[in-house]
């Protein structure tokens, strides 16, 4: 039986070779994006699944207290470890991981040549990391690496780039972080991480190398640490959860004294301080707001938009599968009725049918497979990710998972052509009358409606997506970011040698102007507290940047009032500059009122009773983080200042001339002049640098990925409509040619022909397009609420889109509707 199937299912595939194919390349383009998405999907939620532990471990987070931001954040203060360990013994171990930022890692071998590498993915770490967390060790013992001042654990990789294939254990590396040299011993090392981590690291330093995180380990505000907890096996996650509410208010209390003169009630008014625990697996795919400082970071939205694509795709293409099925039962109708007068049952009829429905997607679904795998290295490219197809195919589990979708699929999407057909009266095909119990008609617009209603939603919000990408690139900063490059590590230069540097390539003519600053845009994050001195003053928070005079000059930011620092008056270090947004937290009038006026006033910290910080300028605001967030209050201060904490971190800003008549030619020449100046100062420092508007684009990365896969995955839903569209337009040309054929007997001319036939599908596709409009409106006006700045949501794109799809429709339809008006009429009304 299953033999003579088959040969009928092939002989009808050969026999309607156009429809055969059709079928085919929609299941093939469908399945291939669901079987894309899917495997996108099931790797951002495997991120961590390989810790041991994974389901005891949580990381604690907490909202940013000391800022006006109360999103959840996921990093905290050091002495929040403390306080776990002492007040909650339902967690087996507590550790801590600090960041210190990009740092210089040098090896000088007792034979050979000294390397030194920039190293951004470096923690600190307790000793019992390893206790929490599985990696796998290749040399060493995890239970004592780090419990030693001086002791390092390196990857593979890592080892590999320092020491060649010599033994690295015992070997020394020296880390260069704020300009200080600490010698590092490597006592283990430990398989590469995998890619599925949300910690991404390279080294990990000791925690009790670094004296001053021990001095520092009673502060709640210097929020740079990340912890985690692992839970007893009987402990109860939430009634933890709910213990973890007493800790601020009893621990935190006196430094929110010391450091803000108030009381943590004072403190805390109109805020709330509430610590959550966030399961391990979910560190990634649900990455707070203020994003994981520790690796990468997924986004929860987004994969809930790739798997509504990926489910609303293979819903079309078998949407698409039904109706050129359908659309091939008028060819069908008489073997049908043959077959029932030969005593088929109707059984043995849907069986056959839903047999060849399994076929098509069987077939589809290995073409799909081997287009992935050949798309995939692509794919990974525009994601960033690094999914393999054969990873799932030699497993079981995978393979049981494929054959369930091939017959689901095919039974599902088969069923409704397989009950249609077979329910065909004898008498009526064989006559040329098709019939059937069902409301087709009514159905297969439906279909259409649907179809073309996601298709038209995902072009439009696929549109603005791009919309918003363009616009927030070419936004108004403040200032220009073209042209700007960050030379870094300078912090490993005397204050000397940095005035040196930045005086040799200041006369350089391809640089139009060379400043310093520990911080540079988009990534000037240094939050403090502030209040204009004087009775009464409210404390509010302020960014804060460091930089000389030149600095400012380079970015060519605007003075509304006042002036720049000048060394030619002395003594500056005290003296500070405000932004726009700084003036008016600070509660001084903007625009500058002459009589109130902030120039020549004071501000000081929140608990201090000096005039620590003259202002000396305001400056118009300029967005020196991502324009993703609104611009943020402003202070800047002195490279010299010495009551501020520093950031540790030191940058060597360069404008490139704009006079110059290439600048793209010269920018290889001044690189190399750079590094040579450089050198010829310190050669042991790594030249590394970046360019101020790829940091900008940087920025949008996520986005720019989302944008390029919705682009990719919108085309291929258009392509399975426009397929679905193909196939009714072939039924009703079956259906309505002896209609036709009477018309063009009356005198209907071959334009009146072609608008009758087209006119249905045309008040189909704008059915659609009124159903997406406000779909597509509703999604895009979610998506544009998480950005400060935003593109304006304007009614010529719905218009545009719209008439886009109703001429792609007419395309599609358009030889269908040509040829049945072309027929004729003696041929189709012989049997009459």
């Given amino acids: 039986m299953l033999k003579n199937m088959f040969t009928i299912a092939w002989r009808n595939a050969i026999r309607h070779k156009q429809f055969s194919l059709l079928n085919i390349l929609g299941l093939s383009i469908g399945i291939t994006a669901s079987i894309t998405i899917a495997l996108y999907i099931v790797n951002q939620y495997s991120y961590d699944n390989f810790h041991t532990k994974k389901d005891r471990v949580y990381r604690i987070n907490q909202p940013m207290i000391w800022g006006d931001w109360n999103e959840q954040f996921a990093s905290t203060g050091p002495n929040l470890a403390v306080a776990l360990r002492s007040d909650i013994p339902e967690f087996e171990a507590v550790t801590r991981l600090h960041t210190l930022g990009e740092l210089v890692v040098s090896y000088e071998p007792t034979n050979g040549t000294p390397v030194s590498f920039n190293e951004s993915k470096l923690f600190v770490a307790e000793q019992n990391f390893f206790q929490l967390f599985t990696f796998p060790s290749i040399a060493g013992d995890l239970n004592t690496a780090l419990e030693l001042p001086g002791s390092l654990v390196i990857t593979q990789e890592t080892a590999t780039k320092y020491f060649g294939d010599n033994n690295p254990i015992g070997q020394t590396l020296t880390l260069n972080s704020s300009g200080q040299d600490t010698p590092f011993k490597v006592t283990a090392v430990i398989e590469d991480i995998p890619t599925n981590s949300h910690l991404q690291f390279d080294m990990l330093a000791s925690m009790s190398s670094y004296q001053h995180i021990k001095n520092r380990e009673h502060q709640w505000i210097w929020t740079t640490f990340v912890t985690y907890g692992l839970l007893s096996p009987s402990a109860n996650a939430s009634a933890v959860e709910a213990k973890l509410q007493a800790i601020p208010p ?56 790739f798997t509504a694509v990926g489910i609303l795709i293979l819903l079309l293409c078998s949407i698409n599968f039904m109706n050129l099925s359908t659309a091939k039962s008028a060819n069908r109708a008489k073997e049908v009725g043959i077959r029932k007068v030969l005593g088929s049952h109707k059984k043995s009829l849907v069986r056959q049918f839903i047999f060849e429905s399994v076929l098509y997607v069987f077939v589809s679904t290995v073409i799909a497979l081997v287009v992935t795998e050949i798309s995939l290295g692509a794919f990974n490219q525009i994601a960033n990710t690094e999914l393999s197809l054969y990873n799932y195919l030699v497993d079981p589990t995978f393979a049981a998972i494929l054959v369930g979708f091939v017959l689901l699929l095919g039974i599902a999407a088969g069923s409704y052509p397989a009950f249609y057909l077979s329910s065909f009266s004898p008498i009526s095909v064989l006559k040329g009358k098709l019939s059937s119990g069902f409301k087709a008609s009514a159905v297969r617009n439906g279909l259409v409606i649907f179809q073309f209603t996601i298709s038209v939603t995902l072009i439009i919000c696929t549109f603005f997506v791009q919309k918003q990408l363009n616009y927030a690139s070419g936004m108004n900063l403040g200032f220009d970011k073209d042209n700007i490059l960050h030379v870094q590590n300078i912090e490993m230069l005397t204050d000397a040698q940095q005035e040196t540097l930045q005086t040799q390539l200041a006369q350089e003519a391809v640089f139009s102007n060379v400043g310093l600053s520990d911080l540079v845009p988009p990534e000037v994050w240094n939050e403090d507290k502030y209040r204009a001195y004087g009775p009464g003053t409210e404390v509010v928070t302020l960014n804060r940047i460091r930089c000389n005079e030149e600095y400012v000059q380079l970015l060519d930011l605007k003075f509304a009032a006042g002036r720049n620092f000048e060394k030619a008056r002395g003594n500056e270090k005290h003296k500070v500059i405000l ?95 750079i590094e040579e100046t450089l050198a010829g100062i310190n050669p042991s420092i790594p030249f590394e640098y970046s360019f101020m508007n790829q940091e900008f684009e940087a920025n949008f990365r996520t986005e720019q990925r989302m944008g390029q896969i919705l682009n990719i995955f919108t085309a291929m839903a258009l392509i399975i409509a426009c397929l679905g569209l193909f196939g009714l337009a072939a039924f009703a040309a079956e259906q309505r040619k002896k209609e036709l054929g009477v018309r063009k007997v009356l005198g209907a001319s071959l334009q009146q022909l072609v608008y009758s036939f087209t006119k249905e599908f045309s008040v189909l596709i704008f059915v659609a397009i009124l159903i997406a409009s406000p779909l597509a409106y509703f999604l895009v006006n979610g998506w544009l609420a998480s950005f400060a700045y935003k593109t304006p949501i304007e009614v010529w794109v719905f218009v545009a889109v719209g008439i886009a799809s109703i001429t792609i429709a007419w395309l599609t339809i358009g030889i269908h509707s040509i040829n049945a008006a072309r027929q004729n009429p003696a041929e189709v009304l012989r049997d009459e």
């Fill in 250 to 305: 009893k621990w935190a209390e006196q430094e929110i004294q010391n450091v803000f003169g108030q009381s943590y009630a004072e403190y805390m008014k109109g805020k709330k301080w509430t610590l959550t625990m966030q399961p391990l697996t979910e560190a990634y795919i649900h990455t707070p707001n203020s994003g994981n400082r520790l690796g990468p970071s997924g986004n929860i939205v987004y994969t809930h938009i």
């Fill in 579 to 673: 932004n726009a947004s700084a003036v008016k937290m600070l509660g001084w009038e903007y625009p500058i009122n002459p009589n109130n006026s902030p120039v020549g006033q004071h501000i000081t910290f929140p608990n201090s009773h000096q005039a620590l910080f003259e202002v000396i300028g305001v400056v118009e605001d300029f967005n020196f983080n991502s324009v993703k967030y609104e611009i943020s209050p402003l202070l800047i201060i002195h490279q010299d200042n010495d009551h501020m904490w520093e950031s540790g971190k030191s940058y060597l800003s360069l404008r490139l001339n704009p006079s110059l008549s290439n600048i793209t030619k010269e920018i290889e020449s001044s690189l190399e002049t």
